[in-house]
């Protein structure tokens, strides 16, 4: 029996204000932060799904999303490692299409299916940009989500699917573009999204002989605030009842990412015995029923969307949102601009990415970075690996910096955290008000962007003020 065994999602805690955007625009979308992108998020979204699950039983991490920050470059490994996966995990990124999480997802359950692989990690994650003052930019929305795919203590059960493929040009990025491009509204919606998701629907119910009235929950991808609704509406759906919401007021439509996103919100209000139907988007449309068993009671600890949702900042920073996306460029001073080395990052991946510490086996001592010669007993090379990106610490000491990079975020806040457990390093501090910044304050950690140089993005671990 193949299905769904844990579920995760990850959605940034800053919300920009759509009457930012345009006078008299309701809700707010999701936004990352300056130092997030797709990768930050799906490792994120990942982390959140895994709590509580032995992480050396995980075989596969499949990445989906259509803003990689890299165009050659492996975007599933580097989640993989942030993720702090086994080396012999096998890795595969989705790409180029707003279904590719749902394709990721397929691809999932026919490696289970086929033995291949025990458990895959299917994670989807977007930030999508819309023209300045568009209609598209009020739209998106960022976020992740992710979803463990196994044999065993299945929560909800794949019961079939329905695919479909359909040549139009609706809504495209081509190489080089920044911001998406689509043609009329009418036509894309008529001929693109109503016809085809319609289509993939339609199939499905006619395959498993199921009708309307059978399924408890209906999850569709949806470009906008109304277009789901119109669509259940017209397959025979009860909106009111049916229909999960898309948290289109309060998140946005966040791409690849969003009906993973949606599933996984349905999937936290389900009870045993459930249907739900999931169709996504994207020159076609896969549709999916699931049937939830007596094992989602046991899913617990995770934040989800509905601890996401609820754990926001609102901005009405029109500008600062343009600068964080990069879309109004600033000038760094030159003295800032860092130097970077691939095989640096290549010697220190383990530290950097993974997170990883180390333990003295002789007194229990926990260090970082690691170090050859243990700080308390001078033991020397009797260590073994601490993964520090799932504790929690506090601030013991800070430093408010005016002055150096990043521009981005003044001032920058060092913080010296102590781990719960034992161990303490230095680390950068965001997500934060700098006035609310104390010693004593509880942290995690936030897999995070440092900078870019010569196309390669540096990612690091930084601490974040406890998400509540």
Known sequence: ?????????????????????????????????????????????????????????????????????????????????????????????????????????????????????????????????GVPTSPYEQNFGDGAGALLIGDSNVIATIEASYSVYSEIMDVWRADGDTFIRSWEDRFTTTHGYTAVVGEAISGLLKKTGLKPGDLAKVVLYTPDARRSADLAKKLGFDVKTQLQDPFFNNMGSTGTALPLMLLVAALEEAKAGDRILLASYGNGSDAFVLQVTEQIQKIKGRRGMKGHLESKKVIDDYKQYLVWRGILPIELRKETVAFISAPALWRERDANLRFHGVKCQVCGTIQYPPQRVCTKCHAKDQFEPYRLSDKKAKIFTYSMDYITYPVLERPVVNAAIDFDGGGRTLCYLTDREAEQVQCGLPVEMSFRKLFVKDGIHNYFWKAIPLRT
Request: charged content about 20%; glycine content about 6%.
């Open 1 to 129: 029996m193949v299905g769904i065994t844990s579920y995760g999602a990850y959605v940034p805690l800053y919300r920009l204000s759509r009457e930012a955007i345009a006078r008299g625009a309701r809700g707010e979308k999701a936004i990352c932060n300056f130092d997030e992108d797709s990768i930050t998020m799906a490792a994120a979204a990942s982390i959140d799904c895994l709590t509580g699950i032995d992480r050396e039983t995980i075989d596969g991490l499949y990445f989906a999303t259509t803003t990689s920050p890299y165009k050659e470059k492996s975007g599933a490994a580097i989640v993989a490692m942030a993720t702090d996966l086994k080396e012999n995990v096998f890795t595969a990124d989705f790409a180029h299409s707003l279904r590719a999480g749902t394709s990721a997802l397929m691809s999932a359950i026919d490696a289970v299916k086929a033995g291949s692989a025990k458990k895959v990690m299917v994670t989807a994650a977007d930030t999508r940009l």
